[in-house]
Structure formats: C-alpha cells, structure tokens
C-alpha cells in the first residue's frame, strides 16, 4: 500500500455540495462554483483518470465527490483508489481491462 496522509481534507462533497435550498427564497443566497475553479478541477480530474488509465494500467473504480479530497482549497486527491483490485483479488476479475475503464467515464 501506498498513501499520502492528509490530515483534516475535507471532501468534494463536504466543501461543495452541502444541503440543498429548501425554498425558492433561498436560491438567490446559494454561491455557485466560480468558473475557473470548475475548471481547475475537471482538469485535475481528468489527468487521474488519464494517468491511472494509460501509466498505472487500472480503473479508478469510484469517481464519487466523497471519494475526492481537497487540499488547500483547489489541490485534489483521488481517494480509495486501488480498493477494488484488493478486493476483487480472491475472484481472478482484472480492473486492467479496457471494460473496466469505459465505465471510469459513465
């Protein structure tokens, strides 16, 4: 196993996408994600799924806003990766597989 402690992060989810606005009155106050930081994440995002695709030879598996960290506000960190491999390892099923992949993207 390989890993990086990261004291305190919270995840995508915790930081983005807290509870939704129960009334109409309350959508005026909600803050959207500005536009650079959207892009700054899709593009991190992105570069995982290539690297773990075309350098590791895996699928992430789990792509999920709680499975994501953030790090100083816009750094992110792909969590739990390599958890399917550990446990599918008993069953013979490969997650190198060009399947296994495709689904990163659905």
Same mark, same amino acid.
């Given at each position: 196993?390989?890993?990086?402690?990261?004291?305190?992060? @919270?995840?995508?989810?915790q930081?983005?996408?807290?509870? @939704?606005? %129960?009334?109409a009155s309350?959508?005026?106050?909600?803050?959207?994600? @500005?536009?650079?930081?959207?892009?700054?994440?899709?593009?991190? !995002?992105?570069?995982? !799924?290539?690297f773990?695709h075309? %350098?590791?030879?895996?699928?992430?598996?789990? &792509?999920?806003?709680? %499975?994501?960290?953030v790090?100083?506000?816009?750094?992110?960190?792909?969590?739990?990766?390599? &958890?399917?491999?550990?446990?599918?390892?008993s069953?013979?099923?490969?997650?190198?597989?060009?399947?296994? %992949?495709?689904?990163?993207?659905?």
């Open positions: 196993f390989a890993y990086d402690f990261l004291p305190c992060c @919270p995840t995508l989810q930081t983005h996408m807290s509870d @939704p606005p %129960k009334s309350e959508l005026s106050h909600v803050d959207l994600l @500005p536009e650079r930081t959207a892009w700054m994440y899709l593009v991190q !995002l992105t570069q995982a !799924l290539r773990a075309q %350098k590791l030879n895996r699928s992430i598996g789990v &792509l999920h806003p709680s %499975k994501i960290l790090q100083d506000g816009t750094r992110l960190f792909v969590n739990c990766f390599g &958890l399917k491999d550990i446990m599918n390892h069953s013979g099923v490969s997650t190198t597989s060009p399947e296994y %992949k495709m689904r990163d993207f659905v």
